[in-house]
């Protein structure tokens, strides 16, 4: 789920609570709802977290180093 996504859903929710929409709770259940959307996407991308990217780092040969 990308950035713009997330804020255009909580323009949507903003404005439908300002126009008499959806009530407070309605609104609440609607925001924890993008908030479980959020954390199950694997959207926001911070950059490579699988385990591929680390098995590099563990293969690394250090018995050769000289110090």
Do not use: P, V
């Amino acid at each position: 789920m990308s950035t713009q996504e997330i804020t255009n859903k909580i323009r949507t929710i903003k404005d439908n609570f300002l126009q008499g929409n959806i009530s407070s709770d309605d609104t609440c259940e609607l925001l924890d709802d993008l908030c479980c959307e959020i954390e199950e996407a694997d959207g926001l991308s911070f950059g490579d977290t699988s385990d591929d990217y680390y098995t590099s780092f563990e293969e690394t040969d250090f018995t050769k180093l000289e110090i």
